[in-house]
């Protein structure tokens, strides 16, 4: 399975940006999916999960009321919204896909990944 990111960009503070994560095919599994973020000089963190059927997400806290995480099984995409960006948001984001139909905030639950998207927020 290959992953596409797509929609980051730079922003001013305040901003909104909505990134998209199209997979090549659909695995042969029902799986959860999830976006992580690294920014220059830390490690990469969890932002939010989704499980296979939408009904269970997952947020770090900092995003927490301002991003929200949706999928189109139909269209094997994944989603993020992210609005009220602040400079603390600039990041690479990765999308995911995970082992299972269970949406997890560990890396290691995850086997496919992206190459990322870059989200610049501008103060």
């Known amino acids: 399975v290959q992953l596409q990111a797509s929609g980051g960009g730079l922003v001013q503070a305040g901003g909104s940006l909505r990134l998209s994560c199209a997979a090549s095919?659909?695995?042969?599994?029902?799986?959860?999916m999830g976006w992580f973020r690294q920014a220059p000089g830390k490690d990469r963190e969890f932002v939010s999960a989704?499980?296979?059927?939408?009904?269970?997400?997952y947020y770090r806290d900092s995003v927490k009321g301002r991003f929200t995480i949706s999928r189109d099984n139909a269209k094997n995409t994944l989603y993020l919204q992210m609005n009220s960006l602040s400079p603390e948001d600039t990041a690479l984001y990765y999308c995911?896909?995970?082992?299972?139909?269970?949406?997890?905030?560990?890396?290691?639950?995850?086997?496919?990944w992206g190459p990322g998207t870059q989200v610049t927020v501008s103060s």
């Open positions: 995911a896909v995970g082992r299972g139909s269970q949406a997890s905030t560990r890396p290691g639950h995850y086997h496919y």
């Open positions: 095919r659909r695995t042969n599994s029902n799986n959860a």
């Open positions: 989704i499980s296979w059927r939408g009904e269970i997400t």
